[in-house]
């Protein structure tokens, strides 16, 4: 599975954070955690929230494919209290196990079909201890939210020390069943003219029946869905498919 230019390349990486601040999504995942002790953190990108996590206490892994994304983890004031890991969720063996297991900012969509998916949903219930749980979330393919990813309703600048402001925005190229294909273009400023980064992405949007029935095969049992980070549950309109997955 190859990795998208935005996690590998430094200057787009650099921009991760500005870009994915910490806001209700972290806070839900705070209060998830509070009763565990041992948390797996599979994705844990640049580790915004792991590094959170392990000022709480919690004996905290943040695993990460992306060299560039856990050099940033590496450098948080908290970095030191992180076992920080690089490898791949589908294939990860740590020789123990966890409370709870995490995989956040919608890092199941970027498994390609149902191979892979099932392959990183058996890793996580591996790693889990009897009564651990699995927390993830997809976005919820009924609202369609991909029609907003157009450069006009995208478009933000922001600024970065020792680089200027910089505008990003996504372009939709192409609904293809469950897949999403977009662009995203990073303006950076320059001289004479700005220099311009166009990362691509295709995510998969899977329906809840069709999750399910992944982590069913998987070995989980009780499964639980809900539908914002308030904790409401799903709805037709819901923007979040959250999963709650037991390992029994």
Not at 221 to 233: F, N
């Amino acid at each position: 599975m190859k990795l998208d230019a935005i996690y590998q390349n430094r200057n787009l990486v650099a921009l991760y954070d500005a870009l994915n601040p910490a806001g209700t999504d972290t806070a839900f995942y705070e209060k998830i955690a509070e009763d565990a002790n041992a948390i797996l953190d599979i994705g844990c990108g640049t580790g915004l929230l792991t590094a959170r996590l392990a000022q709480q206490g919690k004996d905290v892994t943040g695993v990460d494919p992306a060299l560039e994304m856990l050099t940033i983890a590496r450098q948080r004031p908290a970095g030191t209290l992180v076992n920080w890991q690089q490898g791949d969720a589908r294939s990860l063996s740590l020789g123990r196990t966890f409370d709870l297991v995490i995989m956040t900012g919608h890092v199941f969509q970027v498994f390609p079909d149902n191979q892979d998916a099932l392959a990183a949903l058996t890793t996580t219930f591996n790693h889990l201890s009897p009564g651990g749980k699995l927390v993830f979330e997809s976005r919820n393919p009924k609202i369609q939210g991909w029609r907003d990813w157009t450069p006009e309703k995208t478009r933000k600048t922001i600024y970065l020390a020792d680089i200027g402001d910089v505008t990003v925005e996504h372009d939709l190229q192409s609904v293809d069943g469950e897949y999403v294909t977009f662009q995203t273009r990073h303006y950076f400023p320059g001289t004479p003219t700005p220099q311009v980064i166009t990362s691509h992405s295709t995510l998969r949007f899977m329906d809840r029946d069709s999750m399910t029935n992944l982590l069913i095969k998987a070995g989980f049992g009780t499964i639980t869905w809900l539908g914002t980070w308030q904790g409401d549950p799903v709805q037709e309109n819901s923007p979040e498919l959250i999963a709650i997955a037991v390992r029994e």
